[in-house]
């Protein structure tokens, strides 16, 4: 995964809902049979290792993708980020206002 595709910074999750402690962005390779490979994205807390949803994005590595193709993989790779992130935060019971 390529992190320059990456524009959204850290400080936008919230601190884990469990224990306090930071959370973190992670993904791990999914080679599952049934669909294309891809990544699935999640927010892990480092402390009590809290996880959020898995969000799945297909990034098929092929050098015949057309440009249209790439553009939409990094679309859905973001979009699959965004909404791990947004998943991870509405568990957040703490208030800040
Ligand atoms: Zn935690």
Known sequence: MNIDHFIMTK??????????GKAE???????DDNRPDGEQLFIECSDCCAKSAEFYA???NDIHLTPIQRKEQKDNLLQARKDSI????KRCRRKYH
């Open 86 to 89: 947004e998943a991870w935060n």
């Open 11 to 20: 400080e936008l999750l919230k601190p884990c809902p469990f224990c306090g």
């Open 25 to 31: 962005e992670s993904s791990r390779y999914d080679s």
């Open 58 to 60: 297909v990034t098929i």
